[in-house]
């Protein structure tokens, strides 16, 4: 698979590469096998978690965010909180492991939310557990808001301006991971049918801007 490296940000080179052999590939398993219990963050309730404060603007060279905690789509009644991910021993995104698929993660080798440029959090939308923390992040609309906040109780609030379903074969890598002026947002998940493996052939991106 081709993949174009941004010359001039060696780390931006290398997130590029990592996303479309890890997250666009992985971030999602085939359906659940039927003796499978789904894990026990699934039972709890959305609403469940404290509303978070929220702040507006970007935060100063001189104040630089906190890493993420919680994530919170007041729409789709989605909150989590944020797992950090890194990368694997192979240079892949890690992405939160199948028993642990309510829980959303954040990919620290991109911009914390609030700072310049783009922040990801991937999530999946099903494992073999079953329904996943970002099963119904389809139905999210434009002009949705999305809340992110950090280990000291301060959220960051997103607007959402656009979302797409692309072929993982296809993965538009500039448009998620390339450089931004302000501060962005996005989600990834997976989408679309099931290959012969059962895996989605598609991942779900959803855009956002700092409001």
């Given amino acids: 698979m081709h993949v174009r490296t941004l010359s001039r940000r060696p780390r931006t080179a290398a997130l590029l590469t990592a996303l479309l052999t890890g997250a666009a590939l992985t971030a999602c398993a085939g359906p659940a096998p039927s003796a499978a219990a789904p894990p026990a963050a699934a039972s709890a309730p959305a609403s469940s978690a404290p509303a978070p404060t929220t702040t507006h603007g970007q935060a100063s060279a001189t104040d630089a965010p906190a890493a993420p905690t919680q994530v919170t789509i007041p729409s789709l009644k989605i909150s989590s909180s944020l797992m ?8 892949t995104v890690e992405v939160p492991p199948a028993e642990k ?111």
């Fill in 84 to 91: 950090r991910l890194g990368l694997n021993a192979d240079g």
């Fill in 101 to 211: 698929g309510m829980t959303a993660g954040w990919y620290s080798g991109g911009s914390v939310p609030g700072a310049p440029g783009p922040a990801v959090l991937i999530g999946h939308n099903d494992t073999r557990f079953g329904r996943a923390v970002f099963h119904d992040l389809k139905d999210i609309r434009k002009g949705a808001e999305v809340l992110v906040r950090d280990r000291e109780g301060t959220s960051v609030r997103f607007t959402v301006t656009g979302k797409e379903t692309v072929s993982k074969k296809a993965f538009p890598t500039e448009r998620v991971y390339g450089t931004t002026k302000g501060s962005t947002l996005r989600l990834v998940t997976c989408d679309g049918a099931f290959d012969a493996e059962g895996h989605p052939v598609d991942n779900l991106i959803v855009y956002a801007e700092l409001s």
